[in-house]
């Protein structure tokens, strides 16, 4: 494997197909962190709701308590999926084959290199930083 990004042979385009496909896969993975964390805190509502069933029913509220056991509390968040299921399809459907995708161009144009621009900048910039002294 190659391990100076400035002996790849790549043109303007890959490079610069190799690096928005970088940036779309990170963007990616953020999306999932935010589905994660849309599914922890709904699933942290959820316990507080539960909690509430308790408390309405202790203080003599049956019917609307036995409304959130029955109608809120089995929902499902969207589409009478739960959260767990969102994440579990996304996870599985979309972020591990467009993860899959993009390795496998990389290890084509790059031979596995992440982050070829970035790498290519940041020896720019310190040979520079060096020529300046």
Known sequence: MT?????????DAELAA???LQLGIEHVYRAYGTLLEFHHDLGHAMDRMADAEDELRDAGHEAWA???RD???PAG????QWTFELVEEFSAEF????????????????????????????RRLRERAQHDD
Request: overall charge negative; proline content about 2%; cysteine-free.
């Open 95 to 122: 972020l591990e084959e467009v993860a899959s995708f993009e390795e496998g161009v990389r290890d084509e144009l790059a031979d596995g290199i992440d982050h070829v621009t970035e790498r290519r900048q940041k």
């Open 18 to 20: 190799l690096h928005d």
């Open 66 to 68: 036995d409304e959130l």
């Open 77 to 80: 968040a969207i589409s009478d």
């Open 3 to 11: 391990t100076d990004p400035d002996d790849l042979d790549l043109s």
């Open 71 to 73: 109608e809120h509390l």
